[in-house]
């Protein structure tokens, strides 16, 4: 089983600057299969990055994912106010064959 | 517009089953995958199982295998998640989600959630 750990747990940042998200995997994830979600309270998440580093549709380009192998990473280049929210990484491939990381919450420092 | 809609939240005591579903629309249901995951009060995101809806095969994880059921009726788009004996540690926010696919394999669209609290 690939197990996802995020880190830090929280992050507190204020509004413009810059956050750096790490997700690692205990073994080796295509970066095809490497994806990452916003999620704000009572909401569902919503895909940001696909492939390691592509954007989703209509997600604004200071959003960016980058990484390969075990380490990868979402950068949010100047935080917005509605930046603020919780973030997963998420691998498809070995059984099981999707997980998620615990999450990194990104606060209003 | 693709679409994933699910039932309303449910209220339940310990022992009594449960059916909750999801119905795609805007697209082809049958030409993607639809995952389930489970968001426990305060916690992450953790997946459950999914369903091929064109021959409703399955596969599950590990951590819910045999605790649940996951369904498909392509004639009305229509994914289904099914307990037959809830417990109290089931209380949880489920969302399903469609899986893009290859070559990449995640979650394009989710479904508004339903949120399911078991209780005496």
């Known amino acids: 089983e690939i197990v996802l750990t995020q880190s830090p747990g929280t992050l507190s940042l204020s509004p413009g600057e810059r956050a750096t998200l790490s997700c690692r995997a205990s073994?080796?994830?295509?970066?095809?299969?490497l994806a990452w979600y916003q999620q704000k309270p009572g909401q569902a998440p919503r895909l940001l990055i696909y492939?390691?580093?592509s954007r989703a549709t209509g997600i604004p380009d200071r959003f960016s994912g980058s990484g390969s192998g075990t380490d990868f990473t979402l950068t949010i280049s100047r935080l917005e106010p509605e930046d603020f929210a919780v973030y997963y990484c998420?691998?498809?491939?070995?059984?099981?064959?999707?997980?998620f990381g615990p999450g990194t919450k990104v606060d209003i420092k | 517009e693709v679409q994933l809609v699910q039932s309303g939240a449910e209220v339940k005591k310990p022992g009594e089953s449960l059916r909750i579903s999801c119905k795609g629309s805007?697209?082809?249901?049958?030409?993607?995958?639809i995952s389930w995951v489970r968001q426990m009060p305060g916690k992450g995101l953790e997946w459950m199982g999914r369903?091929?809806?064109?021959?409703?095969?399955?596969n599950y994880s590990p951590s819910f295998q045999g605790h649940v059921t996951i369904s498909a009726d392509k004639s009305i788009s229509t994914a289904y998640l099914q307990w037959s004996s809830l417990k109290a540690s089931d209380t949880a926010m489920y969302y399903c989600?469609?899986?893009?696919?290859?070559?990449?394999?995640?979650?394009?669209?989710w479904g508004q959630g339903t949120l399911v609290t078991v209780s005496s």
């Open positions: 989600a469609r899986l893009s696919g290859w070559p990449n394999y995640y979650f394009d669209y």
């Open positions: 805007g697209y082809s249901f049958t030409s993607y995958w």
């Open positions: 369903i091929d809806p064109s021959d409703s095969y399955t």
């Open positions: 073994q080796s994830v295509s970066s095809s299969y």
């Open positions: 492939g390691a580093s």
């Open positions: 998420q691998q498809y491939g070995s059984s099981p064959r999707i997980t």
